[in-house]
């Protein structure tokens, strides 16, 4: 018997539409010892705002060129690109008590 693919990307980024979703999204994100798990929940969250690069490059203060590689996988961005991008997206980088 054939098992049906499922695709969770088209229903992650519609979740990701909400802001508050988002937010949880990318602070679970943030808690994984992997940064590049981070770089990626922030690719789909700026996909799933409808996120055009050049705008965002733009108000972030960055060129676009940068902006593909801080979102990269294979990147290791400057703290202060990260904030500039969240930023640019609504977001703002904070650290608060770890929970244990």
Do not use: W
């Not at 996909?47 to 108000?59: F, I, N, R, Y």
């Amino acid at each position: 018997m054939k098992r049906k693919m499922i695709d969770y990307q088209e229903d992650l980024i519609e979740s990701l539409r909400n802001h508050k979703d988002a937010m949880a999204y990318l602070n679970a994100a943030l808690m994984n010892d992997d940064e590049r798990i981070f770089l990626l929940a922030l690719k789909n969250v700026l996909e799933a705002q409808d996120g055009d690069m050049t705008s965002l490059a733009k108000e972030a203060d960055l060129n676009r060129e940068n902006l593909y590689h801080i979102l990269s996988p294979k990147d290791n961005p400057k703290l202060t690109c990260i904030k500039s991008l969240l930023n640019a997206m609504g977001f703002e980088l904070a650290v608060q008590k770890h929970r244990r």
